[in-house]
């Protein structure tokens, strides 16, 4: 089975703090992304990874940044935290799919996610 | 840009039951995923079901099955004999290439 982890399920920072949310994956997944989920809106992907050390932005990548320095591991950094980042925040990984006709990825895996609070 | 809609914000079932929660999507693109996805409560989000747009057939895993009808964007997904344990989020999702669009949720409730 596929694992993905985060690191924290809960995390409280104050207004400027910097903020380091870190996501794993054990199955040797080419595809990481991080996606926040506020109530009515869903899930809104921030950046993803497709490669050690590459890194997209997503729909809102405003406020964040991302490293991927190990193929398993996708961090996502908040550079100075303001309340409107307060949010439940979700990893997920996917391997590139090479057999479909459509070339498109495939299913995403998530981590149990992080909430995070900022006052 | 590809869009997905989920015009039911909360629905209800009594146990054992069968329900159908909507899905609806924009796209131009002729390949594509979709999938639905459950959150429980304070819980990880996993995979319920997915769909090839090319595969005309539509996707079944025990009691969800989906009704995949293409030329009207439209994805629902039906749960049968409705379980305690079904009580979720459930997220509709869209996906081509790198794109991954979700729509803001259903929330269901499994009453007994």
């Known amino acids: 089975d596929v694992k993905v982890t985060q690191s924290s399920r809960y995390l409280v920072k104050r207004t400027g703090e910097k903020v380091f949310l870190e996501c794993v994956q054990d199955?040797?997944?080419?595809?990481m992304f991080w996606y926040r989920q506020d109530p009515g809106l869903g899930l809104r992907l921030i950046y993803f990874?497709?490669?050690?050390?590459?890194?997209e932005k997503g729909d809102i990548p405003e406020g964040y940044s991302v490293s991927r320095e190990k193929k398993e591991r996708f961090s996502l950094i908040l550079e100075s935290a303001s309340t409107n980042q307060t949010s439940m925040y979700l990893c997920a990984s996917s391997l590139i799919s090479r057999v479909t006709s459509t070339g498109a990825r495939d299913t995403q895996y998530f981590g149990p996610g992080t909430r995070l609070t900022v006052l | 840009a590809q869009t997905v809609t989920q015009s039911q914000p909360e629905m209800s079932v009594q146990e054992a039951e069968t329900v159908t929660l909507s899905c609806t999507y924009d796209t131009s693109e002729s390949n594509y995923y979709l999938f639905w996805y459950k959150q429980p409560p304070s819980r990880q989000m996993i995979l319920v079901i997915r769909?090839?747009?090319?595969?005309?057939q539509n996707a079944t895993e025990n009691r969800f099955s989906v009704n995949f009808q293409k030329a009207a964007k439209s994805f629902s997904l039906k749960i049968s004999d409705s379980q305690l344990g079904d009580t979720a989020m459930y997220f509709c999702?869209?996906?081509?290439?790198?794109?991954?669009?979700f729509g803001a949720g259903t929330r269901l409730t499994v009453k007994p």
């Open positions: 990874s497709y490669d050690v050390k590459m890194k």
């Open positions: 999702a869209f996906m081509n290439n790198n794109d991954m669009r």
């Open positions: 769909q090839e747009a090319y595969k005309q």
């Open positions: 199955m040797d997944h080419e595809n």
